[in-house]
C-alpha cells in the first residue's frame, strides 16, 4: 500500500522561496514511491505555533489522510521544544511517522523511532517540573495561611429551606437563589453554627 506523505516547508519572509525544500522533499517522496501532498507556510514565523499550513496539514493528519511527515529540518515544523514535542507525540499517538531530510531523523526505522522516545521523555520531565512547581507554591501558600481551593458559596439556609418546605425542587430553589445545586445540597446538609442554634 502506497504510503501519502505530507510535504511540509516553510519561509519565514515573502522574499524567500522554499522551491530548494520542495526539490529534496520530492525526490525523497519519489524515491520512496510516496503519494505526496504539500503545504507551505510563505512568511511565517516559527515562533508562531500557528500557522496556515500547518494547522491544515495537522487537520489532515487527525484525519488519518497521512502516513508520514516530512520536512528538511526540524526548525521548519517548530521553533520551540514545547510545540515540538507536543505535535511529536500527536504524531506517535496517531500512528504517523517523522521524517528530516537534512538531521537523519526518520522514524519509519527501528534507530529513528527514538526520536519519539526522546520527546516522550522531554514531556514527561516538562509535567514532573510543572507538578513539582505546583506543589511547592500550594505549600507555601499554605504557610502564609492563604487558603487553598475554591472560594466557599454561601447559601441562604434558612430561605432554601421554606422554599423547599413550600414543595419546591432542589433545582428550583438553587436557580432561585443563583447556586449550584450541589452547593444548595452541601449548604443544608452543613451543621449550622452553635450560635444559630442558640
Known sequence: MTKRCALYARVSTNEQTAENQFLAL???????GWEPAEFIDQ????????????????????????????????????????????????????????VMLDQAIDSTTPSGRLLFHVLASIAE???DLIRDRVIAGMRRARAQGIRIGRPR???DVRRARA???????LRQVAKALGVAASTLASGIARKPPLAAVL
Do not use: Y
Open 125 to 127: 520531565f516538562e509535567r
Open 26 to 32: 520530492r525526490a525523497f517522496a519519489g524515491a520512496r
Open 43 to 98: 512568511g511565517q514565523s516559527g515562533a508562531k505555533e500557528r500557522r496556515p499550513a500547518l494547522d491544515a496539514m495537522m487537520a489532515a493528519v487527525r484525519a488519518r489522510k497521512v502516513d508520514v511527515v516530512v520536512a528538511t529540518k526540524l526548525d521548519r515544523l517548530a521553533r520551540s521544544v514545547h510545540h515540538l514535542v507536543a505535535m511529536g507525540q500527536e504524531l506517535q499517538a496517531l500512528g504517523v511517522d517523522l
Open 153 to 155: 458559596t454561601l447559601v
Open 163 to 169: 422554599l423547599l418546605d413550600k414543595g419546591q425542587s
